[in-house]
């Protein structure tokens, strides 16, 4: 009995051992080799120190609703810098794209954190790109710079920021090539440093790097969201027409072998807004509510590109040549899809769409044509860039997400928007003192002689003054003329999709603005 005493109390004692062994296993700081910590103060990539040679930026994240990774990708191609999930929408992204590489050149490995891969999510800085890991929290945004060749330049995976460290400011200088004559100047800039945690692909070491970094994976945070470049003060006259479509299918006109859309235009209703004075706007000479109309121009003002479409190719070209609309079944089949119908008009054919349009002048000559087409409900990619081809009312069935609409843009330039200048009125000459019988001759001929005068500096001045404004008027001509083809340019290969309430503040009614 007592030898089982003995044997239960070792066997005991054993089992605490190993307990205390394992809890001081489980709870020891994380014990790193002496020997890695000769990396610190090094750079990444010692090698990468011109931001001008990144011609490729590729951020990867983890979308943990979905349980996959999301890339996104801006490239220079053919002497522009374009978003190729996008369809190569053009990218705003030259600035963006320095600051990002200098923020990524010169970053070191400041303090080593752990060099155990078990210790990866609790520093955020898990491969999104690694397919074997299931964890909905850890993943870092892996950041990847290419040069012109698609060889790597740096490749970082960054983590969460480092708790307990105060954020630092420093000025360091970054090359910008001059505008003017081309070559490479350094600049001063501001930056604010976060020391985060930070890893290479494919490395277990984790360390703390000061750095500027902040990658946006966004689409919006890459373009130019500024759909109309308008403000509101250049905006003279609004003309709308909420009409809509009776839809009806397409069918072939047996003569000539041609698509027909048998839609129907209804409701066709259009009225003018005009301004009278500033804030001060009338309808067709009534007087009208004017907050609608002022949050309207505030909705012209900022109007926001939330995503984009690649139009046809078919559609773009006769778009960009200005020569009407020649189009084939496939063509007229995408453009009903979104909401958009070319339907006889007069002797010929116009594009219309399911919620009525939008014509902006602004006093410059320049005119806007909003044609407002399908709805489309979603958020993140279905509606910044969507599928392939564009599909009736994409996420419709569900309607889930936000409220979004298609939108067909055009610009053109009106001269008549433009007065041309007209001469000085003529002095005429005459006046009763004329005929005064109180006057003698020298006196009467004085006065003639005076106002002849008058007739031959009116007549220098009229013509001088005249030139000038002519020549003022013509500039003004060609300015609005360059500026309705560089918008028309930069639409004619887009659809653009706006949010749901962006298009309700547009879509306004004549009973909605007339006052009660």
């Keep these: 009995g ?68 999301k890339s996104f990708k801006v490239s220079f191609e053919n ?31 400041d303090i080593l954190y752990s060099d155990r891969k078990e210790e990866h999510a609790k520093f955020h ?66 930056l604010e440093l976060t020391m985060r945690y930070v890893r290479i692909p494919g490395k277990k070491r984790t360390y703390g790097a000061w750095t500027s970094a ?55 209703n259009p009225f003018s807004l005009t301004k009278q004075a500033e804030g001060k706007w009338i309808l067709d000479q009534s007087e009208i509510e004017q907050e609608p109309v002022t949050t309207m121009l505030d909705t012209l003002e900022n109007l926001t590109i939330v995503g984009v479409r690649r139009k046809p190719l078919r559609l773009t070209r006769s778009l960009e040549v200005d020569q009407g609309i020649r189009l084939d079944q496939k063509t007229l089949v995408n453009l009903r899809n979104l909401g958009f119908f070319v339907l006889p008009f007069g002797k010929g054919e116009m594009l219309f769409s399911n919620e009525g349009e939008i014509e902006v002048a602004r006093k410059d ?15 993140g990619d279905s509606v910044t860039a969507g599928g392939e081809t564009p599909e009736k ?9 936000r409220e979004n609409r298609y939108v067909f843009l055009m610009a053109r330039f009106d001269e008549s928007l433009i007065p041309e200048p007209v001469p000085a009125k003529k002095p005429t000459g005459e006046g009763p003192l ?12 004085a006065l003639l002689e005076e106002r002849e005068r008058d007739l031959e500096k009116w007549q220098k001045e009229s013509e001088s003054d005249l030139k000038k404004k002519r020549e003022e008027w013509k500039k003004k001509v060609e300015e609005g003329k360059k500026k309705a083809k560089e ?30």
């Excluded at 946006?216 to 027409?241: A, H, P, Y």
């Excluded at 009312?393 to 997400?401: A, F, L, P």
């Excluded at 004329?434 to 001929?445: I, S």
């Excluded at 028309?488 to 909605?512: C, M, P």
Aim: charged share 30%; proline share 4%; with cysteine.
């Design 2 to 69: 007592s030898q089982m005493s003995e044997w239960t109390k070792t066997i005991a004692l054993g089992g605490v051992c190993l307990v205390l062994i394992l809890l001081a296993k489980w709870t020891a700081p994380t014990v790193i080799n002496p020997e890695v910590f000769a990396a610190e103060g090094e750079e990444f990539y010692p090698a990468f120190i011109d931001p001008l040679a990144v011609k490729s930026l590729e951020v990867s994240t983890y979308l943990s609703d979905k349980g996959t990774a």
């Design 79 to 109: 002497g522009q810098w374009v978003i190729p999930s996008h369809n190569n929408y053009p990218a705003d992204a030259e600035d963006r794209i320095k600051k990002t590489s200098s923020a990524l050149i010169g970053v070191k490995k």
């Design 125 to 190: 800085v898990l491969d999104p790109l690694d397919t074997t890991l299931t964890n909905e929290a850890g993943f870092g945004k892996r950041v990847t710079l290419y040069d012109n060749s698609g060889n790597v330049l740096a490749e970082y995976i960054l983590g969460k920021a480092v708790p307990k460290k105060e954020k630092k400011r420093i000025t360091t200088s970054i090359k910008e090539k001059d505008p003017k004559s081309g070559k490479l100047v350094e600049k001063n800039q501001d």
């Design 214 to 268: 902040d990658v946006s994976s966004r689409f919006s945070e890459w373009i130019n969201t500024d759909l109309l470049e308008v403000t509101k003060g250049e905006i003279e006259t609004i003309t709308l027409n909420p009409y809509k479509i009776e839809e009806r299918a397409l069918s072939i006109n047996l003569s000539t072998g041609g698509i027909v859309d048998d839609s129907k235009v209804i409701d066709w």
């Design 365 to 379: 000559g320049v005119v806007y044509s909003l044609r407002l087409g399908e709805v489309l409900y979603g958020e």
């Design 393 to 401: 009312n994409e996420g419709e069935k569900e309607k889930e997400g």
């Design 434 to 445: 004329e005929n005064d019988p109180r006057l003698d001759f020298d006196a009467r001929r």
């Design 487 to 516: 918008l028309n340019d930069r639409f004619a290969s887009w659809y653009y999709v706006i949010s749901g309430s962006s298009f309700k503040k547009l879509h306004l009614t004549r009973e909605q603005l007339l006052t009660k």
